[in-house]
Nanobody, 120 residues
Framework: QVQLVESGGGLVQPGGSLRLSCAAS????????MGWYRQAPGKQRELVAT???????NYADSVKGRFTISRDNAKNTVYLQMNSLKPDDTAVYYC??????????????WGQGTQVTVSS
């Protein structure tokens, strides 16, 4: 059984910053790509950023230059530093990880989501 637990969401004013964390737990053999996605009310879930095990990152155009994804492989944790936040960034943010278990194979796992609200 794998669990992804997110933290760090909240209410912030436009121009402010937040840092999201997502920690994976369980009998894990290896974690491959990790990423952050978001879903705003009435919209489809969209990719925000991904990062490979080796640290190669990819960003949605809407967050380039403002958000930074990073990971700590020793802690099975991925982070999302969000700066210069805008009201359009308001959404539920989900982490996803491609995980191979010691027993049970490999698959994509999702966190439960954390709310980010950007408002004055």
């Amino acid at each position: 059984q794998v669990q992804l637990v997110e933290s760090g969401g909240g209410l912030v004013q436009p121009g402010g910053s937040l840092r999201l964390s997502c920690a994976a737990s369980g009998i894990i053999f290896s974690i491959y790509d990790m990423g952050w996605y978001r879903q705003a009310p009435g919209k489809q879930r969209e990719l925000v950023a991904t990062i490979t095990r080796g640290g190669i990152s990819n960003y949605a155009d809407s967050v380039k230059g403002r958000f930074t994804i990073s990971r700590d492989n020793a802690k099975n944790t991925v982070y999302l530093q969000m700066n210069s936040l805008k009201p359009d960034d308001t959404a539920v943010y989900y982490c996803k990880a491609d995980i191979r278990m010691v027993v049970g194979g490999r698959g994509d796992y999702w966190g439960q989501g954390t709310q980010v609200t950007v408002s004055s």
